[in-house]
Structures are given as structure tokens and as C-alpha cells.
């Protein structure tokens, strides 16, 4: 149900690590059902580096806004500008269009980051 | 943590929301839809272009009958009400002694003697235990016909052409703030000409046994036209762009009508109501304090409610709602703020997450449908 090629956090991010040192950040499906219609994606701008769990900005959706956390130490390298004028990306492809950051990673990979079976298993418990 | 489902008040139509994939809020302890799959956005915009359909059953319903009702009712409220003809419903309130909202209700008259009472779904109970301690002496009867009554609100501009080849009523004669009674797909109801959204539009109330079918029937009839079902966020949105109370936002039991800006609802001089010498002493003195519209002036600046006015780091009012508006196309909100900054075009400062954010005040309401 999740996409098996990405790890997962317990706030609802995701991670896309490419293999290179670099990885995509972004939140899931059940995030982003959960927020409902995504009006605003409050972003830092590249340079900007974070530690693990570190809030790196804001979505925002009509009802509610949602802090978005670093799942890895990163430093930005890219932000999706198209999310500026299409917000709603985030809601219609979590994971493609929906991307929020890319960054360059600064350690090793948080340690404690969840795959696809463990983030479903997360997921499946909160809903009841 | 949250509130198992089994604890909330369901209203008639709760299966129909659930087999519409909705996703269910818990409401005031009403299991409530906040939106169907379409979403809030979506469904917004149908309601201000072509229509949507709200279950607003969970709000309450009562009856004040005999010779003592017209009495009773003008006690309890601040607005006219030998002023409503048969078939005429007004906006008004209950206030407390010192002025401020016991609730904000609409009254419908149903007979000389005859008045329908609708109030929010979370002061029910307390509007009738009111409404009941209060007509003491009033020779009428008072009865809570919440549990027996079911209500959805048709609201958009293609609402008559929808609801029409379903009555034999015709709605076009039937004027804002009006009501009939007639039937809708053969179920009687009280068809109204009101609504919480500020597009044309009408409320029906009917036997709670009969909601579903009625809702089902409207849903058919308007679907071909664009009608969709419409949640709790959208309906939020919609009234916050007309400026239209919310209780609990802008009226509690700590603001008074005048500062809400619910003046026109009082009628100082139609006789003695519950609040009168409160409102009266207020009317006389300076207000410190008043309800104006704003817009942040950034995208990423979304005020939401309850945040503080600041000035100068420290809080001087607050934020009564506020959200991202989708007819209007920028973030907007309500807020009490000091009379002396009370100007339009002039800036205030919202904190939102622990910014102090520049807004503007603007007029209101934020939108208003085309005649």
C-alpha cells in the first residue's frame, strides 16, 4: 500500500534516498488525506541544513497546518517551486509531483526511519 | 487517544455519509461529515456555482405554543418579533441579563400563537433547559422536537431549478427569509428560504424517519445539475466569507450584540427582552472594542482561529475565525480588535506560530452573491 522503495517517519514523511548522497523528502498518502485539500507548502530555501527530526516548514491545508519534520540530517539542495502555484499536488501525487525537498544527506541515515510493512503497520494502528 | 464513534450523537443520515466515503468528525459529540471525497475546496465551489447538500440534523428544534408565545418569545429575544407575518422567519439571539449570547437562532412563525425556535447543535440542550426556566409564567407549552426532527440544507444558485420537479410547491414565490410547508418527494416538510452560506438555497425540516429518503431523493434529483454533498469544512469557509456568527467564535457568553455587530437584530424600542437595560447602558458608552474583517497580506500567512492580535508583543484582541478562502482567493479572518484600530485599510499584527504577522482590515462581508 505504501510504496516498498522509500522510508518512512512516524510524523508521516517519506524519504526517496537516488544513491548518490542525495535523497527526496515529501509526506504520504495518509498525511495528505488527513490534512484534506493542501493550500499552501511553507518551504525553507536551499543551503538551509537540518538535523534529524528538525521542523524544515509548514503544510498548510484549508482546515489545519501541519509542521513537516526532516526524517534524515540533510542540507536542501532543491525545493519544488511548482508547489507554489499548485499546492495541490501534494494531495493528487504524494510521492511524484508532491515532492517537497531535495537534499543532500549530512550523516548516516536516521536510524530509526521505518519501511513500507513497518510504516503500514504505524498507519493501520493510528486509524483505529 | 480519541472518542470512540459508539460515544457521539448520530444523526439520521450517518450511514448515508459513511456509504459516501466521508470522512467523519467528531462535531460537538456529533459524529458529523467534514468532507466526501471531493473536498472541502471542491465542495465550495459547487455551493457558490452550482449546489451542495449539508446534513445539518444535528441542529435543534423548538416549539413555543398558546396564548403566551408571542410574549415568551419577545422576552427571550432582542429582534421583532410581532414584526414576522405567517410564513416569516428572522435572525436573532438569546441573550443573558448583562446582554451577551446565550446562542444565536433563527424563529420561525408558524401560527399567531405558533413559533419555531432553531438553534445550534451545541447549545441545545442548553437553549431548551433556557427557553423552559424562562417561560415560567408564560402561559404556552415549550417542546424539544430536536430528537424528532431531521434538517438538510439545498444551497447554491441552481437550488429552485433542482428542488422544483420534486414539489409541487412553487419556490419561486417563496422569499429569502420565508417558509412554507409542502412536500418534497412526497415527505412533508418545512420548506425554508434560508441558509448558512450566502447563496440562494433552502433549508428542509422533516420528520427524522424521513431524512434519509429526502436525501437520497434531493441528492438524484440534482445530480445531473452538478449537486454534490457538502461536509462541516466547507461550511465553515462559506459563512466565514459572508461574515456570518459562529458560536463559540464571534458571539459567546462573554460578547455582547453590539460589539458583534449584531446591532440590527436589536430593537431597543419594541419592548422589554432579556438584556435590553445591558445593551441599552452599552449603547450609550463608548465601545472599546469592535469585530472587523482582515486579510494577511502574504500567501504563506494563514491566520487561524482563536490566534492573538498582538501590538508590540503583546496581546490587545484576538482572532474569532480564520482560514484560507477559496471564492475570495486570499487568507482572510474576523477579530476583535480596540475601536481606535478598528479603520479600514488600517494594519494590525496576528502571531501566528510565534510571528507577528501584518494583516489588513477590510470590509465586510468578504463576498457577496450577485443579485
Redesign the interface.
Known amino acids: 500500500m505504501f510504496p516498498a522503495d522509500l522510508k518512512y517517519t512516524k510524523d508521516h514523511e517519506w524519504l526517496k534516498p537516488a544513491g548518490d548522497g542525495t535523497a527526496l523528502v515529501g509526506i504520504t498518502h495518509y498525511a495528505q488525506d488527513a490534512l ?2 493542501v ?2 507548502v ?1 518551504l525553507p530555501e536551499a543551503g538551509a541544513a537540518f538535523g534529524q527530526g528538525e521542523e524544515f516548514g ?1 503544510v ?1 491545508s ?4 501541519s509542521e513537516l519534520n526532516m526524517p534524515t540530517a540533510g542540507e536542501v539542495l532543491e525545493v519544488n517551486a511548482a508547489l ?1 502555484d499548485h499546492p495541490e499536488a501534494v ?1 493528487e501525487d504524494p510521492y511524484g509531483k508532491g515532492w517537497m525537498v531535495k537534499i543532500k544527506l549530512t550523516g548516516a541515515l536516521a536510524g530509526d526511519l521505518l519501511d513500507a510493512a513497518a510504516y503500514e503497520a504505524l498507519v493501520s494502528a493510528e486509524s483505529h | 487517544m480519541s472518542t470512540s464513534a459508539t460515544e457521539l450523537m448520530k444523526t439520521p443520515l450517518n450511514a448515508a455519509h459513511r456509504a459516501l466515503n466521508a470522512k467523519m468528525v467528531d462535531f460537538g459529540g456529533w459524529d458529523m461529515p467534514v468532507q466526501y471525497p471531493a473536498g472541502i475546496l471542491a465542495e465550495h465551489e459547487a455551493v457558490r456555482t452550482k449546489a451542495g447538500l449539508f446534513d445539518v440534523s444535528h441542529m435543534g428544534e423548538i416549539r413555543v405554543k398558546g396564548p403566551g408565545a408571542l410574549a415568551l418569545v419577545e422576552h427571550l429575544t432582542p429582534n421583532a418579533v410581532s414584526k414576522l407575518a405567517l410564513g416569516q422567519v428572522h435572525y436573532t439571539a438569546f441573550l443573558y441579563e448583562n446582554g451577551t449570547f446565550v446562542d444565536d437562532l433563527l424563529v420561525y412563525r408558524e401560527g399567531e400563537e405558533e413559533f419555531l425556535l432553531v438553534v445550534n447543535a451545541g447549545n441545545s440542550d442548553k437553549d431548551f433547559a433556557w427557553v423552559q426556566q424562562q417561560a415560567k409564567g408564560f402561559d404556552c407549552t415549550v417542546v424539544n422536537e430536536s430528537p424528532a426532527t431531521g434538517q438538510i440544507a439545498l444551497q447554491g444558485p441552481l437550488a429552485v431549478g433542482i428542488l422544483q420537479p420534486l414539489t409541487k410547491t412553487p419556490l419561486d414565490p417563496i422569499g429569502y427569509y420565508f417558509f412554507t410547508h409542502g412536500e418534497v418527494a412526497g415527505i412533508k416538510c418545512l420548506i425554508s428560504r434560508t441558509g448558512y452560506t450566502g447563496e440562494d438555497g433552502f433549508e428542509l425540516y422533516c420528520a427524522a424517519g424521513d431524512t434519509e429518503r429526502l436525501w437520497n431523493a434531493v441528492l438524484a434529483a440534482g445530480k445531473p445539475a452538478g449537486l454534490i454533498p457538502a461536509g462541516l469544512g466547507c461550511r465553515n469557509t462559506l459563512r466565514l466569507e459572508c461574515k456570518m456568527a459562529l458560536y463559540g467564535h464571534e458571539i459567546d457568553d462573554t460578547i455582547h450584540a453590539l460589539e458583534a455587530g449584531l446591532g440590527w437584530i436589536v430593537k431597543l424600542d419594541k419592548g422589554d427582552f432579556i438584556g435590553r437595560e445591558a445593551l441599552l447602558a452599552a449603547k450609550a458608552a463608548p465601545a472599546p472594542r469592535k469585530l472587523v474583517g482582515f486579510k494577511t497580506l502574504e500567501k504563506r500567512d494563514i491566520a487561524r482561529d482563536h490566534m492573538p492580535v498582538v501590538q508590540d508583543g503583546r496581546q490587545i484582541g484576538f482572532v474569532t475565525s480564520a482560514a484560507p478562502s477559496p471564492t475570495c482567493g486570499f487568507n482572510l479572518g474576523l477579530a476583535y480588535v480596540p475601536t481606535d484600530l478598528a479603520k479600514i485599510g488600517g494594519r494590525i499584527q496576528i502571531e501566528i506560530r510565534g510571528r507577528a504577522v501584518d494583516a489588513e482590515i477590510i470590509p465586510t462581508p468578504f463576498y457577496k452573491r450577485a443579485k
Request: no cysteine; net charge negative.
Open positions: 484534506g485539500d493550500v499552501f511553507d509548514t498548510e484549508v482546515k489545519t497546518v507554489t494531495n
